[in-house]
């Protein structure tokens, strides 16, 4: 059962809570939930976005 899940996550800003970026993650590497600090158009600024579902 050596499957490869593709896993589609949504990155949302936490500010305004707007769906700026989407990816692909294959297999469950990371169990925690990702966060990095992108550039979100509505704010205008970098902001921290979290994975969502
Ligand atoms: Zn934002």
Known sequence: ???TTK???ILVCENCLN???S???SNL???E???VK????T???RTLHKESR
């Open 43 to 45: 704010c205008d600024a």
């Open 38 to 41: 992108k550039y979100c158009p």
């Open 33 to 35: 939930r990702l966060e």
């Open 29 to 31: 590497t990371q169990k």
């Open 23 to 25: 990816l692909t993650k």
């Open 7 to 9: 896993h589609k996550i």
């Open 1 to 3: 059962m050596a499957k």
């Open 19 to 21: 769906r700026n970026y």
